[in-house]
T-cell receptor, first 111, second 109 residues
């Protein structure tokens, strides 16, 4: 039963610190997405990749966020420096044209 | 205006009741439509796709009205296990999925 995995599952950090979240997509999926979910905004698309190439990162604050796919088995989302307003659940999803499969999320708290 | 709008609820219904959620979308060029389910502190999971002709999966019926740009989900004979947040999802373009903020359902014994 293939699944998207994400690490860490929980992260508490202080304002100004760097945060790196990792995602292992399902093998064979050529599209990878990063989302952020908060109570107020719901699910927001931050970035997505197709065949490891970034296609759209317009939802991401460029000054502090960066997303990469160094290889087909790893996607990373980095925040530097982190701010309290970045506190949210960050989901990675991988998919096909018809369905996205979400990972369990990283719950980030920035103090 | 948001791409997808949903009534956030909460909807509190007794077991066995029928409940319906609606969702509106703003982009008339949207091509595909879905309902996802998200349990508390879990990730969203695909519940069902929504087809133009309407489709049914057991107790769940999804309908699409392109003229009015809304999607609906009907749950019949509600079970306690149906308690979750239901996310309306609209696909526009190659891979642009837009999620509604979700409608929270609680089924009460």
């Amino acid at each position: 039963d293939a699944r998207v995995t994400q690490t860490p599952r929980h992260k508490v950090t202080e304002m100004g610190q760097e945060v790196t979240m990792r995602c292992q997509p399902i093998l064979g999926h050529n599209t990878v997405f990063w989302y952020r979910q908060t109570m107020m905004q719901g699910l927001e698309l931050l970035a997505y990749f197709r065949n490891r190439a970034p296609l759209d990162d317009s939802g991401m604050p460029k000054d502090r966020f960066s997303a990469e796919m160094p290889d087909a088995t790893l996607a990373t989302l980095k925040i530097q420096p982190s701010e309290p307003r970045d506190s949210a659940v960050y989901f990675c999803a991988s998919g096909t044209n018809y369905q996205q499969y979400f990972g369990p999320g990283t719950r980030l708290t920035v103090l | 205006r948001k791409e997808v709008e949903q009534d956030p609820g909460p909807f509190n219904v007794p077991e066995g009741a029928t409940v319906a959620f609606n969702c509106t979308y703003s982009n008339s060029a949207s091509q595909s439509f879905f309902w996802y389910r998200q349990d508390c502190r879990k990730e969203p999971k695909l519940l069902m796709s929504v087809y133009s002709s309407g489709n049914e999966d057991g107790r769940f019926t999804a309908q699409l009205n392109r003229a009015s740009q809304y999607i609906s989900l009907l749950i019949r004979d509600s079970k306690l296990s149906d308690s979750a947040t239901y996310l309306c999802v609209v696909k526009t373009g190659a891979n642009n999925l837009f999620f509604g903020t979700g409608t929270r359902l609680t089924v009460i014994p």
